[in-house]
């Protein structure tokens, strides 16, 4: 069974929660729709090295979401030395908008941040990409999927992540994969699955064996393709665990998950051993 947190749990992390968002800035302008991200500033670089660069999508199925969910891991790593971004994009109960419009945007904000690398002070060869869910389809469409760029964006830039950490993602929208019935056959174009290539970024995965929207089976097979392209793919699979175990208010797992990719980033160079962070 899940843990629930404390109130004392809760204080703690709201309070580090202020202490880390430093910054709001709007990435794209669509009509009259302003799309913003939240900056979560390194607190120990009295250097001021460039930092990587840690983007983070929520979940909620293309349809809603927060940019809260995923708060707690910005807050994380931005105190390990990150600079983290927490991304607001289009969904259908706000903009009523599709899947393909919040792809747009999830490509759009990556390059919003490469592009102003100086101002953020992060090395635009160290991007991260993360999302929970749908905000995981997102996190790895941006390196696997060609289409789908807004018109307005600068192509020069690539949109592709460095390195991707995936919280129970939707990988697979083709026929009796999560989505199907909105993606239709653009599936081939859109679906992470079957878009895989030679060169995909370094990937690790969190899923839960009882996850109803995404049976266990799919992940296993996403990390064998990988593995085929000689790309990096980590699993990590959570007996008896359901879709979005790994959030903050199932706390013992969402400390489980984020140990295993704050050392999955390690081992890639984009942290240090140092600071030591207190997961809370």
Excluded at 28 to 40: A, G, I, P, R
Excluded at 110 to 119: L, P
Aim: a positive charge; one cysteine or more.
């Amino acid at each position: 069974m899940y843990k629930k947190t404390s109130v004392i749990t809760l204080l703690a992390w709201l309070i580090c929660l202020l202490a880390n968002a430093q910054d709001k800035v709007m990435y794209k302008q669509v009509d009259s729709t302003q799309l913003y991200m939240e900056v979560y500033y390194p607190q120990n670089n009295a250097a001021k090295q460039k930092t990587p660069a840690m983007i983070f999508f929520f979940g909620g199925g293309w349809n809603g979401g927060s940019i809260t969910q995923l708060a707690p891991q910005a807050s994380y790593f931005a105190q390990r030395g990150l600079t983290c971004f927490l991304v607001d994009y289009r969904v259908k109960t706000r903009q009523k908008t599709s899947p393909f419009e919040s792809l747009k945007d999830a490509k759009s904000a990556i390059r919003y941040v490469k592009a102003h690398a100086d101002q953020f002070g992060i090395d635009s060869s160290k991007v991260i990409a993360s999302g929970a869910s749908a905000g995981g389809h997102l996190a790895a469409a941006t390196a696997l999927i060609e289409d789908y760029n807004e018109p307005t964006d600068d192509l020069t830039i690539s949109c592709v992540p460095d390195a991707l950490v995936l919280f129970n993602p939707v990988l697979d929208n083709g026929p009796g994969g999560y989505g199907y019935e909105r993606i239709g056959e653009q599936y081939k174009r859109f679906s992470p699955l079957h878009n895989i290539k030679s060169g995909a970024p370094p990937t690790i995965m969190f899923f839960g064996t009882e996850d109803h929207f995404v049976p266990i089976e799919m992940p296993k097979y996403y990390q064998k393709v990988m593995q085929r392209v000689n790309s990096i793919c980590e699993l990590h699979i959570y007996e008896g665990q359901k879709h979005g175990f790994f959030n903050y208010k199932y706390f013992d797992y969402y400390k489980a998950t984020l140990s295993k990719a704050d050392a999955f980033l390690q081992s890639l160079g984009y942290l240090k051993q140092e600071p030591v962070v207190e997961i809370k």
